[in-house]
């Protein structure tokens, strides 16, 4: 039943995908036009905080608590991670959130500090394999490689020695974990402590209107159509019991078909 409903899922977020995706969304303030826009902050913005509201969700107070993981299991995770991240860097369709499924497929009834581990080493890899990718393959595969792609002009990794452009961005990438790590420590606590004051319903429906008037001013009213009824399929999902992460099929399909 549960491959059945995913599959039906696919099948339709991809026909609205395919459909979507045809249609001329404009701007009616001259703005960048795109209907993904609208498409997946239906399937997986809207839809998720709207499920969130109706189930009465909110922050509980956060308290810091010590936590320890063994050596080895923490090798593990990081060793299952690298290499799920790789696989995101190379492979095109592939989210870290597919690769972490994958990667916990491995793994016998894991600890949460294991799961975090295991998403951290896939995010983390991820930064440095689909740069990595961009000049071995030439073909980004992220959001950050396609702007990293127009600003310079992406040599192809033939010998053993990098590019220049790679080292210096991989470089980059390293200290910005770096410094990540830190921030986050420093930081997570203060705004763990922050955040239960503030009112969830409250933001909920603040972002919520936010994503409205930001689509109609870069999508029009054909792009808000499109986000109301994406939002109503990226809300199937957990009615039915199996992750939105099947919706993916938005852009799976009509890439499929188009290659066809």
Known sequence: MGVAAAFLLFLLSGCLGAAALNMP???????????????????????TLLESLRGGASVPEQHREQVSLDPGEAGGAIAMGSTAGSLVGFLPGMSGGVATVIAMMCKKEPKPSFV???????????????????????????????????????????????????????????????????????????????????????LVIGIIGLIVVMVFAFTGLLGLLMLSVSTAVGMIAPNIGIRRSHAMGVLLLPVILMLW
């Open 25 to 47: 969304v404009s701007s009616p303030f001259g703005l960048p036009a795109t209907a993904l826009f609208p498409l997946l902050s239906g399937l997986f913005g809207t839809s």
């Open 116 to 202: 975090i581990l295991t998403l951290s080493a896939i995010n983390t890899a991820n930064s440095f394999f689909v740069l990595s990718a961009l000049f071995l393959i030439l073909r980004p595969r992220s959001g950050a490689a396609i702007v990293v792609n127009e600003l310079i002009d992406a040599v192809e990794w033939n010998g053993i020695i990098p590019p220049p452009d790679l080292v210096l961005l991989l470089i980059s990438v390293l200290i910005a974990s770096c410094a990540g790590f830190f921030l986050t420590t420093f930081l997570g606590g203060r705004f763990a402590n922050l955040i239960p004051r503030i009112p969830y319903d409250k």
